[in-house]
């Protein structure tokens, strides 16, 4: 079945640092790949997305780059401030164009002032 | 312009009873989707709906829960004979339509309802 797969659960960086996140995904049918940001006891926020017709996308400190061949998407945070702390959660179209979002396990980020 | 509404925020039941989970879309969206977050877990596919129209319920248990999207008013989540299992935060989320070939729509979720089974 469609599988998401997130990498690192946790990441601890300083701040200023840069934060990379990746995920991989397994149904080579998928076209959109959104990531969202979720504080603790908060909703799902999405904050950037790329679909399949692009291959890197950015917004202000934060971008995402896509490679279908290898079927993977990577979250990139500069600039890392304390309040980019909170889980970070990639997600990939499921199997049949539906709007099912399969949804990667979550990296929770840590940003130490 | 409010975002995804659901309610209650909080639903505390005893086992053995009914839980019904209410979503509002976005205004002008049309499409619900429901999620279920398990405690340090992500997000589980339960259904997609829209208006009096189960498009995919491949991620909902066969037995004890049921979803419906009406003509009228809010999507409701049902869940019956509540099992501590059952304990978790349900998302609801909405976007305008529905993949047909090109792109995807954007999902907006609500604030969540939080489950507890005692």
């Known amino acids: 079945g469609e599988n998401v797969e997130q990498h690192p659960s946790t990441l601890s960086v300083q701040e200023g640092d840069s934060a990379v996140i990746k995920c991989t995904y397994s149904?080579?049918?998928?076209?959109?790949f959104p990531w969202y940001k979720q504080e603790l006891g908060k909703r799902p926020q999405l904050i950037i997305d790329i679909r399949s017709n692009v291959g890197e996308k950015k917004d202000q400190r934060i971008a995402v780059t896509l490679n279908k061949t290898a079927k993977h998407f990577s979250l990139h945070i500069t600039e890392t401030q304390p309040e980019d702390s909170a889980v970070y959660f990639c997600a990939a179209l499921g199997y049949g164009g539906y709007n099912k979002l399969i949804f990667g396990a979550g990296t929770r980020l840590a940003v130490h002032p | 312009n409010a975002g995804v509404m659901q309610n209650p925020r909080h639903l505390v039941r005893r086992r053995g009873q009914e839980a019904r989970l209410r979503c509002s879309p976005m205004k002008g969206h049309s499409h619900v989707y429901w999620y279920r977050q398990l405690p340090e877990e992500g997000l589980k596919f339960m259904v997609y709906l829209q208006k009096e129209n189960i498009i995919d319920e491949s991620g909902m248990p066969k037995e004890r829960f049921s979803a419906e999207f009406p003509k009228e008013g809010p999507s409701i989540l049902r869940i019956q004979q509540v099992v501590r299992g059952d304990s978790a935060a349900y998302f609801c989320?909405?976007?305008?339509?529905?993949?047909?070939?090109?792109?995807?729509?954007?999902?907006?979720f609500g604030p969540g309802t939080r489950l507890t089974v005692l």
């Open positions: 989320a909405s976007s305008p339509r529905s993949v047909s070939g090109g792109a995807a729509d954007t999902q907006y």
């Open positions: 149904d080579s049918a998928s076209n959109y």
